[in-house]
Structure formats: C-alpha cells, structure tokens
C-alpha cells in the first residue's frame, strides 16, 4: 500500500511538475515522508516475525528488549535528526538492518542446533530468511546514499537503484513464493508459533 501511495513522488517528478505541480518545492516532493515509517514498521515486523519461531528465552528476551530499544531510538532519531522528509534515515537503515540480521542470525542458531535443520527446505521462514537478507543486504548501501537519487545530482546513482531495486524485488518476492508453493505443496507449512510474549 505504501508503494502505491509513494508513486505520487515520481509521477509528479518525472512530469517534471506539470502534473502535480503543487508538491514542487515542498516538503511532500519526495515520499522520505512515507517511507522513512515504512522502514521503521517493517523491520520490527520481520524481527518479531523470526522472534516468533525461537525457543531459547534468552534470545526472545534480547530480541524483545532490542527491538524495543531500535524502535523506540528510531522514532527519536527522525524526529530530532531532520531527515524525515529529506532523505532515508541512515540510522533506521544501519541500525534496523543489524537488528534484523541479528533476529535471522538466531533463528539460523536454533536452527542448527535443532533436528529441524535435517528438513530445513520444508520450513518456510528459512525462505523468508534467505529472501529479506539478501533484499536488505542489496538495499543497505542505496537507502544510505538515497540523499543523491536526483538525476541532475548524479544521475549515475538513479539509474543504479532503478535496476537494482526491481532485481531485489524480484528475488525476495520470488523466495516468498517458492516457500509458499514448496511448503503447501509438501503439506508441511509451519504454523506460527501461537505462544506470543511480547
């Protein structure tokens, strides 16, 4: 929902402001706005997502308190820093992202060290892993220079993230529904773990 409403930005950009022409020179110009949130809810969502497969309570614990911790700094972060409608935030992104990679980390130790790693292809979230790793990995370095996607400031960097963005889309959506597809059709879809301590 988020990417449609956030196709305003270029819409009206790529018109070059004749359509749209009232977001010109506002702060509503470009869609940091909308998705610097995004980005926030989005990495919470994920780590509570492979939080909620752990059975160590220490992890869950640490999981619990550190997403906390980012969600909480992230918030404060866009609001004092002033790059809420400038650009991506620098610290959602690094910070987020090592948070997330933390969470997938763990899930992959008990993984390991469970009797489940023998069928790991039959468990969908080793998919979603595989998919928002790779995703978040690729997309790390262009939020950090997002400040630069302008095509009269380098228009090196726009035609980068354009190709890049679509082959990471295309590849984290494409393991979500391999997993999806694989995991029905053995009839082996986990089930989330219903006992949520949040």
């Not at 909620?52 to 550190?66: A, I, T």
Request: contains cysteine; proline residues 3%.
């Amino acid at each position: 929902m988020v990417e449609i409403i956030g196709i305003y930005a270029g819409y009206a950009y790529y018109s070059n402001y004749q359509k749209m022409a009232f977001l010109k020179d506002t702060v509503f110009e470009r869609n940091y706005w909308l998705f610097n949130p995004k980005i926030i809810l989005e990495y919470v969502v994920f780590v509570l997502f492979f939080r909620s497969f752990l059975e160590d309570k220490f992890f869950k614990s640490f999981l619990k308190y550190l997403i906390i911790f980012f969600a909480f700094t992230a918030i404060l972060y866009l609001y004092f820093s002033g790059e809420y409608f400038l650009s991506i935030s620098l610290y959602n992104s690094i910070v987020g992202n090592i948070v997330l990679m933390i969470s997938i980390g763990m899930y992959f130790f008990e993984l390991m060290k469970s009797s489940s790693i023998i069928h790991f292809k039959k468990l969908l979230p080793v998919y979603i892993a595989i998919g928002v790793l790779i995703f978040q990995l690729g997309m790390t370095p262009l939020r950090i220079y997002s400040k630069y996607f302008s095509m009269s400031l380098s228009p090196e960097f726009v035609a980068l993230w354009k190709p890049t963005l679509i082959i990471l889309n295309i590849f984290m959506y494409s393991m979500f529904i391999i997993g999806f597809i694989y995991c029905t059709q053995i009839k082996q879809l986990p089930e989330l773990n219903n006992k949520k301590e949040y």
